[in-house]
């Protein structure tokens, strides 16, 4: 019985222990995103309006530099609460390559509201060119494309070294140092084995080779310590802790047109809103549809019950 | 034999010429008796049809908005969210009605097993539908490399290279399947293709499915005959009843899902356009295939793994005989209940290691439960048959029923009429 007991709690170790000594956990673990409450949750969550432009705002004088919103069309920003004509004007702001015309040729033109924000770069390629060689993702989905949706990308926002707070800095280091010597361990035994083999080969051959001993790993300290590539900067919840892209948000980067202080907070929170209305667009549909779905099902499942009662009433069981 | 009666005179014209009246009503009517025992376990083959016809429906109203070409049909598919008239619904419906009728497929199956549905005289109403499960499993896979995301374009290359383990022609299958050297548009093409074919040959295998069913009824919650016509009732009004209520439940949780956590059972890296220069961090397929994922990636061989995957299906091809015990309905099997339940553990806990990265501790246990699969199958259901003594059976249907508290297993019958 006590054997078992042991057995099982040596097997339960095992387990807790090994997603941390598994390579894929290693390069994928990030501290818990910061929780947020947004106004589009739950079954009768809805879009903040105020949040979304202010969101867009931060979109079109931040990301857009380096990102598309490819599709997104400036006559969806109705659903932000603009009118036509204010529509218009935010459209014409922008040139769009249109064409060819009568002669063959492309043309530029302003922008109306029938057409799509206009990508930064032409293509993938010329975008990764001018970006160190990693290509800045067009954001139109990207709150459905990530794991913690608009938690995430807030998150992200804001897990650049100077913004995090210290806990989260030194639950990436732990968590750091425990895989490195996971690894080390790990190394160690098959260091082990291997200096054996070699003792048992070297008495018939004495050219063999002998295992080199792993090194134990320093302890992480620093941001330093995690040994990012250059052309990376450190963010917390970016898997692997290197992200190309640099801190895109610092305080006052816009100034909102409501009178809303631009913190780093206020910006991420709001473009983050921005971009899960830009992924899911019809998502207060969705959810008002839904709810007079059900009422409607609810109803008629009750019906149907009343009626199966009634049929089989007179059914001996 | 026909039972069928009418004063319409357009439907006597009719029927007088084309008797499909007293087909219908033979078929799923008031001339088809069915045992009164039935519970709600019975109610997943109509719903699995209803999932189907859904499927079918959705499914031809997105083909008229849909773009198979690898540069268009994630755009084409975006269209459908944002400009098609109610398309975001249409999409969401198809996309969680796969999975929705996937858990309808799987619960009919666990009945199936557990009451015994698939012995004499059903083994071929059994085998007609592993049949329609490998069909369901290949719409489904095609289906979902439609919107050529990341896990679209990643789940094709990895199951399609699957056959090039067979020895040989491996590598010319694959070749062949892909219509070229790597998945591209002509592969996208012809699993758009076949995946707008596939639904409707379920649908002629389902007619193959109920044809069989009918020939000798439904098997019954107690697995023993109907012996008269005082165990029977029309299928029509009280199955289409019951199946009417099942309906709607199933309609509540299926729209509860559309409408409020349309994305929760499908993939983030989905929404990522497919880039074959991007392998993502991890490869999953779709829920319902987890189980098959991990036999396939517990076995080291990669032939064996892939004939292990195939195996866990063809094994229940052959189930009407290995299972040797006479009995049908596991309430009178009391070892194997145990082992039934054992059994679902095992699907699920295969389902779960199917998710995650095949290494470590993850891989030990998808070994042992891609064994227990084999071993359940294999062994424990010929063995079984033999050593387990089973519980007396009542003499009929109605017997228990109508005796009451009486009996040890009239509890156990009248349990799941109680709802009724």
Known sequence: MRKGLVFGFAALAAVASLPAAGPAAAAGANPPLPAMEWSFDGPFGTYDRQALQRGLQVYREVCSVCHGLKYVAFRDLADLGYNEDEIKAIAAEYTVTDGPNDEGEMFERAGAPSDRFPSPFPNAKAAAAANGGAAPPDLSLMAKARVGGPTYIHGLLNGYQDLVPESVLQWIFDHETETRNHRYEAALVEYEAALDAYEDKVKTDPAARKPIAPTEP??????????????????AYFPGYGIAMAQPLYE???????GTPATVEQMSTDVSNFLM???????????????????????????????KRKVWKDVPH | MSGFQ???????????????FSFLDHSIG??????????????FGSLAGISLVIMIVTGILLAMQYTAHVDMAFDSVERIMRDVNSGWMLRYIHMNGASFFFIVVYIHIFRGLYYGSYKAPRELLWMIGVVILLLMMATAFMGYVLPWGQMSFWGAKVITNLFSAVPVFGESIVTWLWGGFTVDNPTLNRFFALHYLLPFVIVAVVVLHIWALHTFGSNNPLGIDPKGPQDKIPFHPYYTAKDAFGMGVFLILFTAVVFYIPNYMGHPDNYIPADPLATPAHIVPEWYFLPFYAILRSIPDKLLGVVAMFGSIAVLFILPWLDTSPVKSGRFRPIFRLFFVLFMVDAVLLGVVGAKPAEGIWLTIGRIATAWYFLHFLVILPLLGVFERPRPLPTSISKPVLKGGGASFAGATAKPMEKA
């Open chain 2, 6 to 20: 009418t004063n319409s005179r357009v439907i006597k014209w009719i029927e007088h010429r084309m008797p499909v």
């Open chain 1, 277 to 307: 209305w830009a992924a899911e667009p019809k998502l207060e549909d969705r959810k008002e549809t839904g709810l007079k779905v059900l009422i409607f099902l609810v109803v008629f499942t009750g019906v149907l019950y009343a009626a």
């Open chain 2, 30 to 43: 008031s001339g088809y008796p069915a045992p009164k025992n039935l519970s709600y376990m019975w109610n």
């Open chain 1, 252 to 258: 006052d980067s816009v100034t909102y047109a409501d």
């Open chain 1, 218 to 235: 320093d302890p992480v300290t620093s941001v330093e310590d995690l040994g990012l590539a250059s052309t990376s900067n450190f963010n």
